[in-house]
C-alpha cells in the first residue's frame, strides 16, 4: 500500500514562501504523475498542480507563474514551491498519486492520497 505524507505548511504573510513536501513512505511513485490539490473550508476541492515522472507540468490559472512543482524520483519525494502566497491560497493541501502516468486536473484520475498540510496565508 502506498503512504503520502505531505509536510512544510505553516502560517506565512501575504507576499511569502512556503515549500510543502510529499513524501512516499512505502515503494516509489515510480511512473505514476503526481499531482497536488487545495480544499479551504467550505469550498470544493481545486487543483493545484500536476507533473509527470519526466518533468513535465501543468498548474491551475490561479498558481501559475507563482507555484512550482518538482520532483526526485529516486527520493520518492514531490516538492510545491509556493510563492507570492495570497489570502486566497489559504486551505489544506494534498498530494496525489495518479492511476497512471499521465496529467489530469481531476481529482477521480488519483489513487492515493495523503492526509494534507496546512497553509495559512494572512494578510
Known amino acids: 500500500q502506498v503512504q503520502l505524507v505531505e509536510s512544510g505548511g505553516g502560517l506565512v504573510q501575504a507576499g511569502g514562501s512556503l515549500r510543502l513536501s510529499c513524501a512516499a513512505s512505502?515503494?516509489?511513485?515510480?511512473?505514476?504523475?503526481m499531482g497536488w490539490f487545495r480544499q479551504a473550508p467550505g469550498k470544493e476541492r481545486e487543483f493545484v498542480g500536476a507533473?509527470?515522472?519526466?518533468?513535465?507540468?501543468t498548474y491551475a490559472d490561479s498558481v501559475r507563474g507563482r507555484f512550482t512543482l518538482s520532483r526526485d524520483n529516486a527520493k520518492s519525494t514531490v516538492n510545491l514551491q509556493m510563492n507570492s502566497l495570497k489570502p486566497e491560497d489559504t486551505a489544506v493541501y494534498f498530494c496525489?498519486?495518479?492511476?497512471?502516468?499521465?496529467?489530469?486536473?481531476?481529482?477521480?484520475?488519483?489513487?492515493?492520497w495523503g492526509q494534507g498540510t496546512q497553509v495559512t496565508v494572512s494578510s
Open positions: 496525489a498519486r495518479k492511476k497512471n502516468a499521465l496529467l489530469s486536473s481531476k481529482g477521480e484520475d488519483y489513487d492515493y
Open positions: 512505502a515503494g516509489t511513485f515510480g511512473s505514476y504523475a
Open positions: 507533473l509527470t515522472w519526466s518533468g513535465s507540468t
